[in-house]
């Protein structure tokens, strides 16, 4: 018998209640005494308790949290007349959210990897590690495409590219998938507006919608495997919010894309529809219009009493509970939670953060990290310096950030991981490390063989940007619905960190500025000062060594730039792939080209591609090309092809990336590299918005980044 049929013979034998309960969620905050009396052995969902179990500054362990889940599955089983087990959810952006799991760079800073493989890898780390305790659906990934860099979102997703958002949110999906864990790829769609305003309403066309919103969203389901999806709090050019748009959740998700998993809400997003968009009148109200519209689970709570009254009011009708509780129960089947709904606790302590996961997490914090100035001056040779210089915000803070990173009311935290400041005093031998405030660089700074400046800014959930500049002398409280996920966000500079760098590089020529951020900054007021520019991101529990290892050049750093890096915030939205203008793109004062384009990054040694050549496949073209490193440091590069089109029945990009291939080639050594093309990069929507091959002529350019590309090719479409 498979899921489907297991689901229906059960669901035939439920009672009208017992349908009416698989739809209700609930979050419990305090996990003490009186925890079990709190909490619901009747709901049907649940938000993990390990997320709250270490609010009094007691870390609880793997098998803490295992076995609290455990117990909690258990209580659920008995209580339930059919004994139906509920699923325990979670956040897992960058790292297993329910305590101190593996933690890997926040999302941002995978894209830089340009590392699908690695990407994947890591998330089946994320996976396993939210199996082991029992969260069997993570609130991930973020697919959300962000062409404008003030969302304060940025951190969490993967750039501005199509082509990228949907081959590493796809990667994401397999990687929780593959371990029994629910993906979940969020916000659907479209989850903020120009300005970067989080969850405004959305004016993008059913082409933009189409061309760029939509994509990375079907590659999770069709190659990823996603078995989840969590609707936007935004509304759409529809006139509906998210949550309640049938047209969304039932027509392009389930009739189009053939989506056979569940969609739950952003938390609060029902009650928006109720609350923010004013269509509904009240919860049971805007429950019943989600439910219809094709929403199956309102997070994080949803009591009996909300769904009994929809059902009452005549607001649902069985059909309605009928056809959302069949998709719940067949991903319960799906799972195998009525077969074996416990797990390990001491598997849970044996598996998190072991040694290789710890590995993995080093290796992708240093596949991040992208070199975007060098004027000789790193990597430093640790023989000849023997006094360094570390100051900034950010330099004594774990490179975690703070966004979905540890459980609620605790920062992350491990023995074995360091700051930067920290890391750099344990292992540089040999060498002086000094630090201070910044009201000291002037004093310190001249003396110092080299100097480096962490940087900090103020970003994440709620905390959109109107300005690009380094903040200084900030502080940021944000305690709305984020709150529930990420805790009270309070971050506070305390320190003016554009005169600082300024200050720095005029008390010593050797001044490195290593970012610690979520999404670019305004660097130009102080770019030309300083000798080198380090993009970090925020690297996870490795990024410490990492960042060491690349100073010194024990790595040599080729991460690549996911977003186009403005040169003020008057250039925004940027973004590479934009489409021909009737007259020009500059303004009076710039150009309008990014400071750093898309795809953008340095290496310490210099690579060459060469003997480029096309070939005609079955599914489409193969692009090869011979990758030379040039110099006398092993290194990675990575190879990007690029798409342009001309007499087109419609506009298209100037350029949009179509493959690409992360490569490690060995001093004054090549390697041959093949980019596949599919036919489907020769189609695309017509006038009348209909998708297929109308024709045109296309260009396969190949290059390092999306302004060096060379023609390679042009073929008819």
């Known amino acids: 018998?498979?899921?489907?049929?297991?689901?229906?013979?059960?669901?035939?034998?439920?009672?009208?209640?017992?349908?009416?309960?698989?739809?209700?969620?609930?979050?419990?905050?305090?996990?003490?005494?009186?925890?079990?009396?709190?909490?619901?052995?009747?709901?049907?969902?649940?938000?993990?308790?390990?997320?709250?179990?270490?609010?009094?500054?007691?870390?609880?362990?793997?098998?803490?949290?295992?076995?609290?889940?455990?117990?909690?599955?258990?209580?659920?089983?008995?209580?339930?007349?059919?004994?139906?087990?509920?699923?325990?959810?979670?956040?897992?952006?960058?790292?297993?959210?329910?305590?101190?799991?593996?933690?890997?760079?926040?999302?941002?800073?995978?894209?830089?990897?340009?590392?699908?493989?690695?990407?994947?890898?890591?998330?089946?780390?994320?996976?396993?590690?939210?199996?082991?305790?029992?969260?069997?659906?993570?609130?991930?990934?973020?697919?959300?495409?962000?062409?404008?860099?003030?969302?304060?979102r940025?951190?969490?997703?993967?750039?501005?590219?199509?082509?990228?958002?949907?081959?590493?949110?796809?990667?994401?999906?397999?990687?929780?998938?593959?371990?029994?864990?629910?993906?979940?790829?969020?916000?659907?769609?479209?989850?903020?507006?120009?300005?970067?305003?989080?969850?405004?309403?959305?004016?993008?066309?059913?082409?933009?919608?189409?061309?760029v919103y939509l994509k990375p969203f079907e590659a999770c389901f069709k190659e990823g495997g996603a078995h989840g999806v969590m609707a936007s709090y935004n509304s759409l050019p529809s006139g509906l919010p998210a949550h309640a748009d049938p047209r969304l959740l039932t027509g392009i998700l389930r009739d189009e894309w053939g989506f056979d998993g569940i969609v739950v809400s952003d938390y609060g997003g029902v009650g928006g529809v109720c609350s923010a968009h004013r269509i509904a009148d009240d919860g049971a109200e805007a429950l019943a219009v989600c439910i219809k519209a094709g929403l199956d689970v309102d997070l994080p709570n949803c009591s009996y009493g909300e769904v009994k009254e929809a059902f009452e009011r005549g607001l649902l009708t069985e059909a309605d509970v009928d056809r959302a509780v069949l998709r719940i129960l067949k991903l319960k089947y799906r799972l195998g939670l009525f077969n074996d709904p416990y797990v390990d606790p001491d598997e849970a302590d044996r598996v998190v953060r072991c040694a290789e996961h710890r590995r993995l997490a080093l290796k992708a914090a240093e596949e991040s990290i992208i070199l975007l100035k060098n004027e000789g001056v790193l990597p430093l040779d640790a023989s000849k310096v023997k006094t360094i210089g570390i100051f900034g915000p950010s330099a004594g803070l774990l490179p975690t950030g703070s966004n979905y990173s540890g459980p609620y009311g605790h920062l992350w935290e491990a023995?074995?991981?360091?700051?930067?400041?920290?890391?750099?005093?344990?292992?540089?031998?040999?060498?002086?490390?000094?630090?201070g405030d910044d009201n000291d660089i002037p004093r310190l700074a001249p003396s110092c063989d080299a100097v480096l400046y962490f940087t900090s800014i103020v970003e994440g959930e709620g905390l959109d940007r109107s300005d690009l500049r380094l903040p200084s002398y900030r502080r940021s409280v944000s305690a709305d619905n984020a709150a529930v996920i990420i805790d009270k966000t309070?971050?506070?500079?305390?320190?003016?960190?554009?005169?600082?760098?300024?200050?720095?590089?005029?008390?010593?020529?050797?001044?490195?500025?290593?970012?610690?951020?979520?999404?670019?900054?305004?660097?130009?007021?102080?770019?030309?000062?300083?000798?080198?520019?380090?993009?970090?991101?925020?690297?996870?529990?490795?990024?410490?060594?990492?960042?060491?290892?690349?100073?010194?050049?024990?790595?040599?750093?080729?991460?690549?730039?996911?977003?186009?890096?403005?040169?003020?915030?008057?250039?925004?939205?940027?973004?590479?792939?934009?489409?021909?203008?009737?007259?020009?793109?500059?303004?009076?004062?710039?150009?309008?080209?990014?400071?750093?384009?898309?795809?953008?990054?340095?290496?310490?040694?210099?690579?060459?591609?060469?003997n480029v050549t096309a070939e005609k496949t079955a599914e489409g073209y193969a692009v090869y090309a011979d990758v030379e490193n040039k110099g006398d440091r092993c290194g990675d590069e990575v190879v990007q092809?690029?798409?342009?089109?001309?007499?087109?029945?419609?506009?298209?990009?100037?350029?949009?990336?179509?493959?690409?291939?992360?490569?490690?080639?060995?001093?004054?050594k090549s390697v041959r590299v093949r980019l596949d093309v599919s036919a489907d990069e020769f189609r695309y929507y017509d006038a009348d918005m209909r998708y297929g091959p109308h024709g045109g002529r296309f260009t396969l350019s190949v290059g390092t980044s999306s302004e060096n590309a060379v023609p390679v090719i042009t073929v008819d479409g």
């Open 415 to 435: 023995p074995d991981v360091l700051p930067p400041l920290e890391y750099f005093r344990a292992h540089a031998e040999g060498i002086n490390v000094v630090t």
């Open 1 to 152: 018998m498979n899921y489907e049929e297991q689901a229906k013979k059960l669901l035939s034998e439920l009672s009208l209640d017992e349908k009416l309960r698989q739809l209700t969620s609930q979050i419990v905050f305090d996990i003490d005494d009186k925890y079990e009396e709190r909490r619901d052995p009747l709901c049907g969902n649940y938000r993990n308790p390990g997320h709250f179990m270490h609010q009094r500054g007691t870390v609880s362990k793997p098998s803490e949290v295992a076995r609290r889940i455990n117990r909690d599955m258990e209580i659920s089983i008995v209580a339930q007349p059919h004994h139906i087990p509920p699923i325990e959810h979670g956040e897992a952006l960058h790292g297993a959210q329910w305590g101190m799991a593996s933690i890997f760079p926040q999302p941002i800073g995978l894209a830089s990897t340009f590392d699908p493989e690695l990407v994947e890898e890591a998330s089946s780390v994320i996976g396993r590690e939210t199996a082991a305790v029992g969260v069997r659906q993570a609130l991930a990934p973020v697919v959300n495409v962000c062409r404008d860099v003030r969302w304060g």
């Open 490 to 610: 309070d971050i506070e500079i305390k320190v003016d960190q554009q005169r600082s760098i300024e200050t720095l590089s005029e008390c010593n020529p050797n001044t490195v500025v290593v970012l610690m951020n979520g999404a670019p900054v305004d660097v130009t007021p102080w770019i030309g000062g300083v000798s080198a520019l380090l993009e970090a991101w925020y690297p996870g529990e490795g990024g410490s060594e990492a960042i060491y290892n690349v100073i010194f050049g024990k790595y040599n750093p080729g991460g690549k730039l996911p977003v186009s890096w403005p040169r003020s915030v008057g250039q925004l939205p940027l973004y590479y792939a934009y489409k021909p203008s009737g007259r020009g793109y500059g303004y009076e004062n710039d150009d309008g080209s990014p400071l750093y384009p898309f795809g953008y990054g340095m290496s310490y040694t210099a690579f060459g591609l060469k």
């Open 154 to 211: 940025t951190v969490e997703t993967f750039g501005e590219d199509v082509k990228l958002c949907s081959d590493m949110g796809a990667a994401v999906c397999r990687g929780f998938e593959k371990n029994g864990v629910v993906a979940t790829p969020k916000h659907f769609v479209d989850n903020y507006a120009d300005g970067g305003r989080d969850s405004n309403y959305s004016v993008r066309s059913e082409r933009d919608l189409r061309e």
């Open 641 to 668: 092809l690029y798409v342009s089109s001309s007499h087109t029945k419609t506009v298209q990009p100037l350029r949009r990336l179509a493959a690409y291939r992360r490569v490690t080639v060995g001093a004054g």
